[in-house]
């Protein structure tokens, strides 16, 4: 009962803050609770129940409640009529109520007063004022049950407080509401602080407990009822201590004191275990889950905290789940103390890996599996671990302290332990931090067990992306070329964005950027599967709109999941062309050279592929000499809670900055789009200058379906290599156009052969006919007339190929230009 509850409510006062009629005697009580579950079972049980009551904690556990608590009957005075509810209801002489409200349940609060049957009390009898509360929830508490010894109010003076009864009113009566709501938990049973929250609502609720020596003279139940004067209970408390601590029996008695010390040990160890378990685990990344373990730890359980990994956990690598022996590296990957600073960094610093001999304590953890318990550090154990550390002393740091060494575990694997060090004036460890260590060390091993299995599924896919993007070469014919790609900031950030660059014949350019939904494993490997199709369909030069169709129709046929965008241009820089059609992606953007202005490219855009039944269109778009394209993915422009044009018109601007090269325009448009914050996405970038070839550069002859017109073609490359200064390359060119314009003229049909030099960054060669049965190479026999003239063009040429027109085929083969001197 709080002594010193507000004086001046109107029709209340505290025990103890002056005589009323029959309270000169009234003093603090012991205060029983029990808490009984939605089968009736005892699930608590107090000091003050066991006092009051008479049964331990360990045998009333589990057990009915009416068992434990038997009604013989009400006290003699008769029942009183219930005032308005939240002002006082009492319920005097209901004893019967509360073996129905154990048995059956309430579905209100109930108080009383009666007397109960106690083995082992003096008379046999307790007169026992009692409170039962309903509780809700999603808990299995049902029934709480608060209950008082009315004997112990008054002492010797059995007589005094006859007209006592436990009643309820709102805590709000009382102007010290505030401090009773708070120290009201201080009587519940261990739970959590959000169960803890939710009982003392619905008791503050139903009617806070009081005691009534009339209709107008009440007084609060407080949680402090019963305790004895805090000088006296705290020496008690510190006689139990030792005794516990030295495991002696607990005196007689101390028994009190020594159960609520377990109890108060065993609920500070839960809610410690509990606070771990908070703070660790918060993110997937390896590295920060090891600094969150340690420091979880220090200094609340320990001075010094040292953890070690196998060398492959740290690496995110697979290892055998063996058990580790004398030649298993271990790394040191955190050292937290609270010593002065730096005292530890150069005798153990962190990232060092070594092994650790049989003999040693670490050893034994890391090979059995179990906690190693070292009350204290002997200079005999402390020279023996100091072995281990070449040129560098330890034992001025060990020696003296205790040490509990525990195993950092995930499904019966040691991943690596850790090393608890206890300063020397601190208690050592003991039995029960040796089972707190091993709870924490299991949580904290499943928490990097998920760290490292993420790790190392992250390691695979960015070696499965890295392999699968392109290495574009810089120049192609008529352009130049910057790449950039950034993985995502968040988990999963391997994901399946992508570009290349694919040359095609005529001396064209095709740029691809695409992006796959999702991230992952799953979504690096479907870009590849996507990025290979849409290379292989380039190569047979099936115009833009075609390509994206065939696409999403392979799409399809993988699987519902598969879904992505693409943007797919083609560059043809001797006309002066883009030819672009675009699935669902974001449009790119072309800086004109002429005046420095940047636009994005409207263009139909079409539904990702994957989806099916949506056709795709083309545009062709005229370029001049020096423009810029530049094409990305959503991960650059796009931040969560902006608008996705904010990001585009910041890429139109970043864009036209100028740069003195290619790689600087990349970086100043990442710089300027990736410190706005909020990007989780991958991001893939490509840019293009597009140069052109100039019409001198390109020579272009007809040649009639005439046997005798081979021989003038010879003459005519020969003329156009030496006009360009080139006479060094006639022999061979000379030749192999001779092979494929004999191929030509023979199986063109009707239209006119097409020859075409262009002098690029290789000398380009190409013959067209109207035949689209394209030719391959074979393996003429010496009695063969015919099979050869492909042979020689793939002997001697840099490259070579052939693909189909809309009018027929076109068969090509390159040079390489000779060195400017």
Same mark, same amino acid.
């Given at each position: 009962m709080d002594r010193g509850t507000e004086?001046?409510? *109107? @029709?209340?006062?505290?025990?103890?803050e002056g005589p009323a009629p029959?309270?000169?005697?009234? =003093?603090?009580?012991?205060?029983?609770?029990?808490?009984?579950?939605r089968d009736g079972l005892v699930s608590h049980w107090s000091t003050g129940a066991r006092r009051l009551f008479g049964p331990a904690k360990q045998e009333a556990i589990g057990r009915p409640a009416v068992d434990l608590l038997p009604v013989s009957g009400a006290l003699p005075e008769e029942p009183r009529a219930a005032l308005s509810y939240g002002a006082y209801a009492a319920y005097d002489g209901l004893g019967p109520d509360l073996e129905a409200s154990l048995d059956q349940g309430l579905s209100y609060p109930a108080a009383g007063r009666a007397r109960l049957a106690v083995p082992g009390s003096g008379s046999g009898r307790a007169d026992v004022l009692?409170?039962?509360?309903?509780?809700?929830? *999603? @808990?299995?508490?049902?029934l709480l049950v608060l209950a008082a010894d009315a004997h112990a109010l008054? =002492?010797?003076?059995t007589g005094a407080f006859e007209r006592i009864a436990p009643g309820?009113?709102?805590?709000?009566?009382?102007?010290?509401?505030?401090?009773?709501?708070?120290?009201?938990?201080?009587?519940l049973p261990s739970m959590s602080v959000g169960d803890s929250a939710r009982i003392v609502a619905q008791i503050l609720e139903l009617g806070y407990p009081v005691l009534e020596f009339s209709q107008n003279d009440r007084v609060p139940v407080t949680p402090d009822w019963g305790v004895p004067r805090r000088a006296e209970r705290r020496a008690r408390r510190e006689r139990a201590a030792r005794a516990l601590a030295a495991g002696e029996p607990v005196p007689e008695e101390l028994r009190d004191e020594g159960e609520d010390l377990e109890y108060a040990a065993v609920r500070e160890r839960l809610e410690f275990l509990n606070e771990v378990s908070s703070r660790i685990g918060t993110s997937l990344d390896l590295s920060r889950t090891i600094v969150e373990v340690s420091k979880a730890v220090v200094p609340r359980f320990t001075d010094v905290a040292g953890t070690y990994l196998r060398e492959q956990v740290v690496a995110g690598e697979g290892f055998d789940e063996g058990v580790p022996d004398t030649t298993t590296m271990w790394h040191r990957v955190a050292v937290e103390h609270t010593d002065e600073p730096g005292r530890w960094d150069d005798v153990v610093p962190v990232g060092e890996a070594m092994p650790f001999p049989a003999h040693t304590p670490f050893f034994q953890c890391m090979t059995t599996g179990e906690p190693v318990l070292v009350p204290r550090i002997s200079e005999e154990m402390g020279h023996a671990i100091a072995s281990q550390f070449d040129k560098r002393d330890i034992r001025?740091?060990?020696t003296g302290r205790s040490m509990l060494v525990v195993p950092l575990k995930a499904r019966n694997v040691v991943l690596g332990f850790m090393i608890l060090l206890r300063h020397p004036k601190r208690p050592v460890f003991n039995d029960m931090d040796r089972v707190t260590g091993a709870e924490l060390a299991a949580r904290a091993g499943l928490v990097l067990d998920n760290a490292r299995m993420y790790t190392h599924q992250e390691n695979v896919a960015e070696t499965l992306q890295d392999s699968m993007l392109p290495h574009i070469p810089p120049h192609r014919a008529g352009c130049d070329i910057a790449t950039r790609y950034l993985p995502g900031t968040l988990l999963g950030r391997v994901g399946g964005d992508w570009f290349d660059s694919v040359k095609l014949p005529g001396a064209r350019t095709a740029f691809v950027v695409g992006d796959v939904m999702g991230h992952g494993l799953n979504s690096a490997a479907m870009m590849g599967q996507l990025r290979t199709a849409v290379q292989t369909m380039a190569g047979l030069d099936l115009p833009p709109a075609q390509l994206l169709r065939n696409l999403d129709d392979l799409a399809q046929r993988l699987g519902d999941s598969y879904l992505a965008t693409c943007l797919y241009a083609v560059y043809d820089p001797i006309a002066g062309e883009l030819h672009l059609?675009?699935?669902?992606?974001?449009?790119?953007?072309?800086?004109?050279?002429?005046?420095?202005?940047?636009?994005?490219?409207?263009?139909?855009?079409g539904a990702p592929v994957g989806v099916g039944g949506v056709p795709f269109e083309a545009v062709r778009v005229r370029v001049e000499p020096g423009d810029r394209l530049v094409m990305c993915t959503d991960g650059l422009v796009e931040?969560?809670?902006?608008?996705?044009?904010?990001?585009?018109?910041?890429?139109?601007?970043?864009a036209a900055h100028p740069a003195a090269s290619m790689d600087d325009a990349c970086d100043t448009i990442i710089r300027a789009l990736n410190t706005r914050g909020g990007r989780k996405d991958d991001v893939a970038l490509l840019m293009a200058r597009l140069g052109g070839i100039e019409p001198e550069d390109v020579a272009e002859w007809r040649l009639a379906l005439d046997p005798a017109e081979v021989g003038r073609a010879r003459a005519a490359v020969r003329e156009q290599l030496h006009a360009w200064g080139l006479p060094s390359l006639a022999d061979h060119a000379e030749l192999m156009a001779d092979e494929l314009v004999t191929n030509a003229v023979r199986h063109s049909h009707a239209r006119p052969v097409a020859l075409r030099l262009v002098r690029a960054d290789t000398l380009l060669c190409e013959v067209e006919d109207d035949d689209h049965e394209l030719p391959t190479l074979v393996t003429a026999r010496p009695t063969d007339e015919s099979g050869r003239g492909l042979r020689v063009v793939s002997t001697l040429a840099r490259e070579w190929g052939a693909s189909r027109t809309k009018t027929g085929k076109s068969v090509w083969f390159e040079l390489t230009l000779p060195r400017r001197r």
């Open positions: 004086r001046d409510a *109107p @029709g209340s006062r505290a025990v103890g029959g309270q000169a005697g009234a =003093g603090r009580i012991p205060l029983a609770v029990v808490v009984v579950d009692w409170w039962a509360y309903p509780l809700v929830g *999603p @808990g299995p508490e049902r008054h =002492g010797e003076d309820f009113a709102l805590h709000t009566d009382f102007p010290g509401s505030e401090d009773l709501a708070r120290r009201l938990p201080e009587i001025p740091l060990i059609a675009n699935a669902g992606h974001i449009p790119p953007v072309l800086v004109r050279a002429a005046d420095g202005r940047s636009e994005l490219l409207e263009l139909p855009t931040v969560r809670g902006e608008d996705i044009g904010v990001g585009l018109a910041t890429l139109c601007e970043s």
